[in-house]
């Protein structure tokens, strides 16, 4: 198995100029006072969010469809 290739800087900012701005989108709905690994963590949540709402938005008729727009106390009501 060969060794994998380093990254250039090229790549490296690439990467850094799309990861940045996502976490300083999370990074300030935070609250005060939560650290960098806080942070890391609630991104890969809202990051699991996002491909679930963007799978929602590719297949609106689909059978396994999430919404999370419905509330379990909207679904009893209708």
Same mark, same amino acid.
């Given at each position: %198995? ?27 709905? %935070? ?11 609630? %991104? ?35």
């Amino acid at each position: %198995m060969k060794p994998p290739k380093v990254l250039s800087v090229e790549e490296i900012t690439k990467a850094s100029d799309i990861f940045f701005p996502l976490f300083n989108t999370v990074r300030e709905k %935070m609250p005060d006072g939560s650290s960098v690994e806080d942070t890391l963590k609630v %991104m890969e949540n809202v990051c699991q969010v996002a491909i679930k709402l963007r799978t929602e938005a590719e297949n609106p008729a689909g059978f396994n469809k999430i919404s999370f727009d419905q509330s379990p106390e909207s679904e009893s009501e209708e």
